[in-house]
């Protein structure tokens, strides 16, 4: 890096930046100054981290220390604002949920409990629905709009529909998540040819895709950052976050105005009487698929409650 005799500055070697990518302990930093500067840096990382069991991962912003003799090491990890398990992912401002029309059709339930995840972290859910030349989405936009959750609708075969969602992530950090084969690194190509990412075609048997997307990176784009994501099947969501009984209300974004009203402070909106939320779908106000996916979001959090009370992890 230097010349013999040159006097090297190690403060100019170390840097903040935000990890792109991490492959069996080897960490790719985005560095936002110092001497490298736009570059990506091939980092280790301390020990210390991993004796405190904490992960680096996908959009961390870090500080990386360096000398003009060993490797770059992250030397500290700054508090997140939001993380996701899997995948992992750190300081999402968006996730764009990518499902099909058709082949694979949408799952309401999947996608409910998705944006409900989304909405406890305070990352703001976007929801995309592709292959609308095989099939259109029905009455799914309207619902989704009508509770403040930008939709857009894509036809990856012509790019129709794609400059919406690239107006909804530009200058943010923004992940793409959906199930195996709906189309995430086909609608990415659509938004961003260079990228070059595989893609593979609907196996008619198991009516899915194959997980073209092995890890997660992050690829610089339009003043932000995009995540294209593994695909996952319906059984991989139980591995996502777990929400509580008590979070799941709050998660529904539009049970939230009629909360208060209850005629019980402790109502469940399950069955109870002079439930508000009850009430709102009844009248149209909630739409009753999402209310349905509330329900079994609630039944399965009394699952997960009730095995933790008799000792499991």
């Not at 220390?65 to 750190?90: C, M, Q, S, W």
């Not at 059709?105 to 629905?129: C, M, T």
């Not at 609708?153 to 529909?161: I, K, Q």
Request: glycine content about 10%; hydrophobic content about 40%.
């Amino acid at each position: 890096m230097s010349n013999a005799g040159e006097k090297i500055n190690i403060s100019s070697l170390t840097f903040e930046g935000m990890i792109t990518k991490a492959v069996g302990g080897v960490y790719y930093v985005d560095a936002f100054g110092g001497v490298y500067k736009g570059e990506s840096v091939k980092c280790a990382v301390r020990g210390i981290f991993r004796a405190r069991g904490i992960s680096p991962a996908a959009g961390d912003l870090v500080r990386v220390e360096g000398d003009d003799i060993t490797e770059p090491v992250i030397a500290e990890i700054h508090e997140r604002k939001n993380f996701l398990v899997r995948p992992p992912l750190a300081n999402l401002d968006v996730i764009v949920f990518v499902n099909s029309t058709a082949q694979p059709s949408v799952n309401r339930f999947i996608l409910d409990k998705l944006i409900a995840i989304a909405d406890s972290k305070n990352i703001a859910p976007a929801v995309v629905f592709t292959k609308i030349d095989l099939e259109n989405a029905g009455d799914l936009p309207d619902i989704y709009r009508s509770v403040g959750i930008p939709v857009c609708t894509v036809d990856n075969t012509t790019g129709e529909g794609a400059d919406g969602v690239r107006e909804l992530i530009k200058g943010k950090t923004a992940a793409f998540i959906g199930n195996s084969g709906v189309g995430k690194s086909s609608l990415l190509n659509v938004l961003y040819p260079d990228l070059e990412l595989d893609t593979a075609h609907i196996s008619k048997k198991l009516g899915r895709g194959r997980h073209t997307t092995r890890q997660v990176e992050l690829y610089k784009k339009d003043g932000g950052y995009i995540a294209d994501t593994p695909g996952f099947s319906t059984v991989d969501t139980e591995r996502y976050v777990r929400l509580s009984k008590d979070e799941l209300p709050s998660a529904f974004r539009e049970f939230r105005e009629f909360l208060g009203e209850c005629q019980f402070a402790n109502c469940a909106h399950v069955k109870e009487k002079g439930c508000a939320v009850r009430a709102a779908v009844d009248a149209g106000k909630i739409a009753r698929s999402r209310y349905e996916s509330y329900l079994r979001m609630y039944e399965e959090a009394g699952k997960i409650n009730d095995w933790e009370a008799k000792g499991g992890k």
